[in-house]
């Protein structure tokens, strides 16, 4: 299954442009993407319609619309040993393969001198759900 979104480094790699670039063709209003925190993601439907490519002829997984959700997830008071925990899970889980919806993609970032700890989610449903799951049973219910 095909990448549904792409980072700018990601962008400018497949089409051998320079970083700075693609940012000015997101800027410009060009190249369509989405702002997710302070970094861009673009839609590889975007891509696609950017470099000239035919667009998908099937938005839709089995008739049905295909659902895609971005999500920040900040956890406070939150210890290095635990951030570290939820790190590699985050990130072990979406790099594994996905269950028939968009692979998830996932960027975690621990602040130690506040103790937060920032996920940033993009990917199905079911397994944007399935990651949230999984934090929760890490950071207990007295996080939640």
């Known amino acids: 299954m095909a990448q549904q979104y792409y980072s700018v480094d990601q962008v400018a790699e497949l089409l051998g442009l320079h970083v700075k670039t693609v940012r000015a063709y997101v800027r410009e209003g ?5 702002r997710i925190g302070k970094q861009y993601r673009i839609h590889r439907k975007d ?4 470099t000239g490519g035919a667009p998908d002829q099937e938005d839709t997984e089995n008739g ?11 956890v406070e008071e939150v210890d ?7 790190s590699t899970l985050i990130t072990s889980a979406t790099t594994g393969v996905s269950g028939g919806g968009a692979p998830a993609q996932s960027q975690v970032v621990y602040d130690p001198e506040r103790g937060r700890l920032r996920v940033v989610l993009v990917g199905g449903l079911e397994e944007t759900t399935r990651m949230l799951e999984f934090v929760r049973a890490l950071v207990g219910d007295d996080h939640t």
């Open 47 to 50: 891509l696609t319609e950017f």
């Open 64 to 74: 049905r619309p295909r659902v895609e959700v971005s999500t920040v997830l900040q």
């Open 80 to 86: 290095r040993a635990t951030a570290d925990r939820i």
């Open 30 to 34: 060009r190249l369509a993407a989405t």
